[in-house]
């Protein structure tokens, strides 16, 4: 058996409220979109959204090659849940998206 990827799917209550939301903020586009689900896309990166009448927030992981982005979403608007900070593991921040999910991006950590 193959695993060709797995992909982060996100319950949200509003589909093209979130769609504008990762599209303004992380640049991501719309890869497909099917009723009340849809894959959003950057670079390699993919989460599939779906809408919900139940929305129960989870968080994902984002790698990222650069923190540069990191400016670009304080500036967005969107939630900072942390602000930019050096872990050992990596130089990350964490924001929330309309629906309380939790998008955790880390680049590689800083040279202390």
């Not at 050992?88 to 629906?99: G, N």
Request: hydrophobic share 45%.
């Amino acid at each position: 058996m193959l695993i060709e990827n797995t992909i982060p799917v996100l319950a949200v209550a509003d589909l093209e409220r979130s769609i504008a939301f990762y599209q303004r903020v992380l640049g991501f586009n719309v890869e497909w979109h099917a009723g009340p689900i849809c894959s959003v896309a950057r670079d390699a990166g993919h989460i599939m959204l779906q809408e919900r009448e139940q929305v129960a927030p989870s968080t994902v992981w984002i790698g990222v090659e650069s923190d540069s982005i990191f400016s670009g979403i304080e500036q967005s608007g969107a939630e900072v849940i942390q602000g930019p900070c050096s872990q050992p593991w990596a130089y990350e921040m964490k924001i929330a998206d309309p629906d309380g999910n939790i998008l955790w991006l880390g680049a590689e950590p800083k040279a202390s």
